[in-house]
């Protein structure tokens, strides 16, 4: 009974779904480095998102391990992706934070990073993925108990917190300053051009002869 309690848990609907979402995630940030900026930020925008919702969808359940769970994620792994991340979001990968314990008796701002926030979400992200490949149901379950209670304590705020600063990287000031650059110089080519695409030049050229 216990095994096919297991079976029903760990190849549930809910649990399948937050899987493929938690690889297509940790796939995503493992070749970023070659992808633009705001494509990076744009699919990571939309990810993060979506791998709350599938995870605050699991059943609730605790299970305890008898010895710690296997970490697949090493020292090394967890600075790659974030040096990756970090790669993309710059200057702007600081923000004010203002969900940190004990943040109202600080005289100062309190600042959280992005990629470190990323890269703790895929550290458990990609454990548990690695746990599934596994096949071995207790340990599923397990990793899923542990990812479950991780989202509940730690990494579910840290993902709602960089979404604020990733919006803001894409939207804000600084986008928007970008933007006007690169109107200011589609504008500039246009009037280098006396106003008239090649094609029209052409045309008025023709006519004059």
């Not at 108990?145 to 730690?154: C, V």
């Amino acid at each position: 009974m216990i095994e096919e309690g297991l079976n029903n848990l760990v190849y549930s609907k809910n649990v399948i779904e937050l899987i493929t979402v938690a690889n297509e995630f940790c796939s995503f940030l493992e070749h970023s480095e070659d992808k633009e900026t705001s494509d990076f930020l744009g699919r990571l925008q939309k990810l993060l998102p979506l791998l709350y919702l599938k995870a605050s969808l699991l059943p609730e359940f605790e299970m305890e391990a008898d010895d710690e769970l296997e970490k697949y994620v090493n020292e090394l792994d967890y600075n790659l992706i974030q040096q990756k991340v970090l790669h993309h979001t710059g200057a702007g990968d600081d923000y004010q934070e203002v969900f940190l314990s004990g943040m109202q008796f600080s005289e100062s701002a309190l600042t959280a990073s992005i990629a470190e926030n990323v890269a703790d979400i895929y550290q458990d992200m990609k454990d548990l993925v690695m746990s599934f490949r596994t096949l071995d149901e207790e340990v599923m379950a397990l990793a899923l108990s542990e990812s479950q209670n991780n989202f509940a304590h730690l990494w579910g705020q840290k993902l709602v917190n960089s979404l604020r600063a990733i919006h803001n990287l894409i939207y804000g000031e600084s986008s928007a300053e970008e933007g006007s650059k690169t109107e200011k110089k589609q504008v500039d080519n246009l009037k280098n051009k006396n106003m008239k695409p090649d094609w029209l030049n052409e045309r008025f050229s023709n006519q004059g002869e």
